[in-house]
Structures are given as structure tokens and as C-alpha cells.
């Protein structure tokens, strides 16, 4: 099990030393401590951000402990970084930069293949747009799946339904792109019209865009031979 170390929101002293204020803290039966009271004095912080880094400090510490700080706005703890002994942190730090060049290569071509797959998926998810709402002009089609499709936005197209190009994932992000761009949806949130209300006041509309979307477009004619 993974020792848990808080980083306080407000000034803290500790129970035991009465130092503080306190970076960081244990708590025991909700009791807050020092590191030096708990034993953990000797860690060194490593924050976030280095994968590399943090695995090969952790593996390399007989002792680690993970930093975590409360999100108000996510009502969440959410990891901050690491602390590890010093000796493994360095050890973990100078393998790194021996072989750093190796892994900027191996970075790079994931790169590729992100990106390559993030095209691949976007004219997937454009395509089928297209065929629950024929009607859709190409290009509308192509800016909401590459809206909707966008890596690490938290969107419906990176959902398992929106992968799996589920339809009625789909149709949920023509619907927000519909409510966003063609109402004035924005300027109703923004003078504090609540979200439930505004979107109450909007269906009808939205839907009327979407009922002329479900019909294909009508043929052109092709000229006949005089």
C-alpha cells in the first residue's frame, strides 16, 4: 500500500512538534504530523511530470510516499508528485540522462502515431455524422468531429461510446455543436440564464436543425444530352 502525504490547502502545524506552517503532512486518526515525526524526514520531493523519472525514483526507494492536494473545484484529491529517498533519486536522474536521447526518439514516435490515429478516428467519427444526418454539410461535419474527437478534451468523441462511434454518442455532440453554434445558447449562460433553462428554451430549435440534418440533401440533376 502507497503512504499518502497531504499538501495543505491552509497553514497547518503539526500535532506533535507544533512546527509549521507545513508543506507537507501525515495525517494519523486525522491527527496532522510532520514528516520529521513520521519517520519520513529523509524523503526528498519530486514533483509530477516525468514518468521516467518518478518510476525509476520509485522503484529505486525502499521508501516512498505519494504527495496529494485537495481540488475544490473537482471536490477530489489529486496526486501532486512523490517523495523518495535522495540516493534513488539521483540514481533514477542520472540513468535518465543516459538515456534520454533514446526515449526523446521513442516520445516522438508515439507522437506520430497519436496523431495518426487521432486523423484516422476524426474522419471516422465525420463519416458517420454523415450518415445519421446526411444533410449535415460536409465541412460542419468535419469541425464537430474534430471538436468533439480532440485528445485529452474530455469530450464525448474520447468516451468508450464515442470511440466505439456509438450513435447516440454521435448525436450528442451534433446536438452541442447545434446548441453552441447556431443558438445563442453561450449568451444566455453568460447572463445567468441557468444551463437546464437555457437548454429548456432552446429544444425546439435545436431540434428543427437537426430534423432538416436526418434528410439527405436532394440530388443535383445531371444535364441531359441535347
Not at 31 to 44: E, I, K, Q
Not at 72 to 77: A, E, L, S, T
Not at 191 to 218: G, H, K, S
Given at each position: ?170 448525436a450528442v455532440a451534433v446536438r ?51
Open positions: 500500500m502507497n503512504l499518502v502525504v497531504f499538501e495543505p490547502l491552509k497553514g497547518i502545524s503539526c500535532a506533535e512538534c507544533r512546527k509549521g506552517p507545513l508543506p507537507h503532512l501525515v495525517r494519523v486518526s486525522g491527527v496532522p504530523r510532520c514528516l520529521d515525526c513520521s519517520a519520513l524526514g529523509h524523503l526528498v520531493y519530486l514533483p509530477r511530470g516525468d514518468a521516467a523519472l518518478t518510476r525509476r525514483a520509485r522503484t529505486g526507494s525502499s521508501v516512498s510516499a505519494v504527495v496529494v492536494r485537495f481540488n475544490k473545484r473537482r471536490r477530489r484529491y489529486e496526486r501532486q508528485g512523490l517523495l523518495v529517498e535522495r540516493e534513488a533519486l539521483a540514481r533514477a536522474e542520472q540513468a535518465c540522462r543516459a538515456d534520454a536521447a533514446v526515449r526523446a526518439r521513442g516520445r516522438d514516435r508515439a507522437r506520430r502515431r497519436r496523431a495518426a490515429e487521432d486523423t484516422r478516428f476524426t474522419a471516422a467519427f465525420a463519416a458517420e455524422i454523415l450518415r445519421l444526418f446526411p444533410g449535415c454539410p460536409p465541412d460542419r461535419a468535419t469541425a464537430i468531429a474534430a471538436h468533439a474527437s480532440l485528445r485529452g478534451s474530455g469530450r464525448v468523441g474520447r468516451t468508450a461510446a464515442g470511440r466505439a462511434l456509438d450513435p447516440a454518442a454521435v452541442a455543436a447545434v446548441r453552441h453554434l447556431d443558438t445563442e445558447y453561450d449568451a444566455l449562460l453568460a447572463a445567468r440564464v441557468p444551463r437546464f433553462e437555457a437548454r429548456a428554451r432552446l429544444a425546439a430549435r435545436i431540434d428543427a436543425v437537426l430534423d432538416t440534418w436526418r434528410t439527405p440533401p436532394p440530388e443535383k440533376e445531371t444535364p441531359s444530352a441535347a
